[in-house]
């Protein structure tokens, strides 16, 4: 077992993590539990759990106790155990290609309710993806969208797996240890350069949680395949899958997003295995039968 850093040097834990190698993984602050102190230089794997019950709501007053963590079946010790709300750094990502003309709408109504329900403390970006992938909205505490997100029109093909990977890219940046990935399409991928499994890993990589709203049309042909893709980048970066039509019930899927990410729970382990690339799985556990917790499903190993 690596040696614990002494709690005196717990104060300066926040500062030092700047120069620590983490996987790509969001900072961890000292000012939450200074006596939750990671050895510095340490390797370390960031897991954001939503605890809910049996009827769906958030689980609150869970302590280190409460929680296990495993990794390809090995126990892991739980180095860092945060619980309190923290600002978080969202993307949303629109698909404004050719097919959303009917639905492009409402999702950037969906949007500004989004963005509306910001603390000053987060920050949100917006994107657009169609035949190309623009930033529409820098990062930003401001709760408004920009006359120019309201302007973008539905045209084009559909590069969604480049958009994903720009928005990991700024996210990686950023200094928050909660980050998603906001994503409302209706199809899959039809031009980006990179694939599908190069943007799940670099999400992984940045610990990206990724929440899918589904706008698919169930007639199109490639409705299937489309939903499945979506699916997948939620469920294993931890995220939420969720199909909607739009109107009201897209909006308060937002506003949903929004109180899950201030409720999670953050917990951290120090990577011990071999830096091979491969995939290393994650298990969240609880002492707690009625709860569940819904954390990512792994992560790849760096790579030397």
Known sequence: MRPMMPRSKASKFSLALLAVSILCLPSISAQEQKDDAVRLGADIVLVNATVTDAAGKYAHGLKREDFSIVEDNVPQEIAYFGAEETPFAAAILLDTSGSMET?????????????????????????????????????SPVRDITDLIWETQAEGWTKMFDCIIEAVSELSKREEKRRAILLLSDGEDTRSGASMSEALRKA?????????????DTAARSAMSGSAILRDFAEKTGGRYIKSQGGTSLSSTFVDIVEELRNQYTLAYYFSGKPDGKWRSIEVKLSRPELTARARKGYYAPKK
């Open 103 to 139: 639905k492009l709408s409402v999702a950037r109504a969906a949007a500004a309710q989004f963005v509306d329900r910001i603390r000053t403390d987060d920050v949100v970006a917006v994107y657009g993806f169609s035949t190309e992938v623009k930033q529409l909205q820098e990062f």
């Open 204 to 216: 992984l990589a940045a610990g990206v949680t990724v929440y899918s709203i589904d706008l698919i």
